[in-house]
Nanobody, 116 residues
Framework: QVQFVESGGGLVPPGGSLRLSCEAS????????MGWYRQAPGKQRELVASITPGGSTNYADSVKGRFTISRDNAKKTVYLQMNSLKPEDTAVYYCNHYPYLGRSNWGQGTQVTVSS
């Protein structure tokens, strides 16, 4: 079973930046699309950004122009560079396959809090 370990979250003021990392186990990383998802308190988990094995990316409208997803297939790691953070970006951030088909477990996530 594939496992994901997210890291890099923290507390930042509005306008700040963070870089999240997600390391995956297993042997299929390089051939699957990956996504970063987030879940704010009281809200459903939502897709933030996705990246294909070849590096094509897509973003939710709410983060377009501020977040950048990337991947290193050799390290089996996907990244999320987050700039110009807003309080509404506060959430627990997770990575997983994209689209999520319910076949892989969620990791523990990493908390991002944007507050002055």
């Amino acid at each position: 079973q594939v496992q994901f370990v997210e890291s890099g979250g923290g507390l930042v003021p509005p306008g700040g930046s963070l870089r999240l990392s997600c390391e995956a186990s297993g042997s299929i990383f390089r051939i699957v699309a990956m996504g970063w998802y987030r879940q704010a308190p009281g809200k459903q988990r939502e897709l933030v950004a996705s990246i294909t094995p070849g590096g094509s990316t897509n973003y939710a409208d709410s983060v377009k122009g501020r977040f950048t997803i990337s991947r290193d297939n050799a390290k089996k790691t996907v990244y999320l560079q987050m700039n110009s953070l807003k309080p509404e970006d506060t959430a627990v951030y997770y990575c997983n396959h994209y689209p999520y088909l319910g076949r892989s477990n969620w990791g523990q996530g990493t908390q991002v809090t944007v507050s002055s």
